[in-house]
């Protein structure tokens, strides 16, 4: 993204591990790779999820790992923040290239 402020940054190794998580920090401004919300998780992370405490699976649990823990895939593609009255509008828009026939 352009500018990351508004989004969880991810700083990466150069091997693509998550060596940090900074979850809509605004002293993050500035280009950089963001998360996406979309997680793929072993059992037994989900194991190591579920005995952690916390509401909040970016803050409680992400920030609580040990940096390289998690592995970070980048998609190219376009984006939307459907948490946003702006992008929600115009998600019909971003995602009709994508539909089927």
Do not use: W
């Amino acid at each position: 993204m352009e500018d990351t402020q508004r989004y969880g940054r991810l700083n990466l190794s150069r091997k693509g591990r998550i060596e940090a998580f900074l979850e809509k920090n605004p002293s993050a401004a500035g280009p950089g790779v963001i998360n996406a919300g979309v997680y793929l998780f072993s059992a037994a992370m989900i194991g190591k999820i579920c005995s952690l405490e916390g509401p909040s699976l970016e803050h409680d649990v992400f920030e609580t790992l040990p940096a390289g823990t998690l592995n970070a895939v980048i998609g190219e593609g376009p984006f939307i923040d459907i948490g946003t009255p702006e992008d929600l509008a115009r998600a019909e828009d971003v995602l009709k290239p994508f539909s089927p026939v």
